[in-house]
């Protein structure tokens, strides 16, 4: 079997035409045009006042608890499941990650876990929209008010999802992006961090740049800060990449489809979930095995491997890795977080590259079926 790519982007003539123009042209008093005009089509396009470019989302994820004063001795609750990009930065500031556990459902925070972890030490919740799905956002902002305390939503796989008509990302004090090459949109590497928030934004625009102020021509830098920016040639090809956002989308929800109807025979496993209200932007398809079946994710990626197909695991719990195992949080969140531990053991995500046709798709079904022997 051909190996099909797991994640992968979708370039055409557009982007190369953009970061062509911008490698040519956006120097001088031009170099910053490209940023400008990312910048503000993703504004628009999310539906918030401001959004910020930036070489990463854990460099987006870092300036949001910098510039909401999250700080050594705090705690930032973050769902147990996710990439660690995640969680690194609640330790660069000197704060303490709480992983919460998830919904059985969404796989994302669970409301009523993020509640039941809160102290007086909490400053800052990071609901995450796993794999391009929503977490119960009305939910987990209803606890975050009740207890003031800022969220930072990581939109990360989710450009392009919904929530009860809003956008993914906008729906924190903060929301932050990816565009790394395994990203639906990417720049290569690159992020953005964007809010409704003037106070956050402006803090935000001295943290990044050394500590100078908007418009300093005097290089008279007012504290010691951080460098986080993008390069035109990335924010060109993000620009072009927005502008056919919903082509993206699309093909992301067909491939869905796709497998959907590839599987529907297939007893004892479960897809990514859209609940009523929510558009899921499937940013991985993903499956979870029913323990019934008797296999784990480690078993059955060796199962499809042997049949020449790539896959990759569901995120472990962060509290089971060896960066944080050690740790007193790892330890409780071990013996609270039964819904992360009753499902990353027993998922897999499928093949999802941009690039992937419907034969291929069908292809991966048939070695999945073959692997549950079905
Ligand atoms: C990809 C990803 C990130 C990190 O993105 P970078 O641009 O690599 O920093 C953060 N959070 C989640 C959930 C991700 O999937």
Known sequence: MERLPVAGPWITEKEIQYVTDAVTNAWYGNANMYHERFEKAFAEYLGVK?????????????????????????????????????????????????????????WCLSAQSFEACITPR?????????????????????????????????????????????????????GVFSFHGSKTVTTGEGGMLVTDHQD????????????????????????????????????????AQLERIDELMERKRQQFQWYKEGLADVAGITLNAEPQGTRNAFWMVTVVLDPKLGLNKTQLMELLNQQGMDSRPFF??????????????????????????????????LPSALSLEKSQIEAACGALKRALAI
């Open 316 to 349: 472990h719990p962060l509290s089971s890795i060896p960066a944080y195992e050690d740790s007193e949080q790892a330890h409780l969140a071990r013996q609270r977080n039964q819904v992360a531990y009753s499902i990353s053991p027993y998922a897999i995500n």
């Open 50 to 106: 401001y959004a910020m470019a930036l070489p990463t989302c854990t460099s987006a994820i870092h300036l949001s608890l910098l510039a909401l004063g999250v700080a050594q001795g705090d705690e930032v609750i973050v769902p147990d499941i996710t990439w660690i990009a995640s969680s690194a930065p609640i330790s660069y500031v000197g704060a303490t990650p709480v992983f919460a556990d998830v919904d059985p459902q969404t």
């Open 200 to 239: 956050l934004f402006k803090r935000i625009q001295v943290l990044r740049d050394h500590g100078r102020q908007p418009g300093d021509r005097m290089f008279f830098n007012t504290e010691v800060a951080y460098k986080y920016k993008m390069s035109s040639m990335q924010a060109a090809l993000g620009l």
């Open 122 to 174: 909490t400053k800052a919740v990071i609901p995450v929209d796993l794999y391009g799905g929503m977490p119960d956002m009305d939910a987990i902002r209803a606890v975050a008010k009740k207890h003031n305390i800022a969220i930072i939503e990581d939109a990360a796989e989710a450009l392009g999802a919904e929530y009860k008509g809003s956008k993914a990302g906008s729906l924190g004090d903060t």
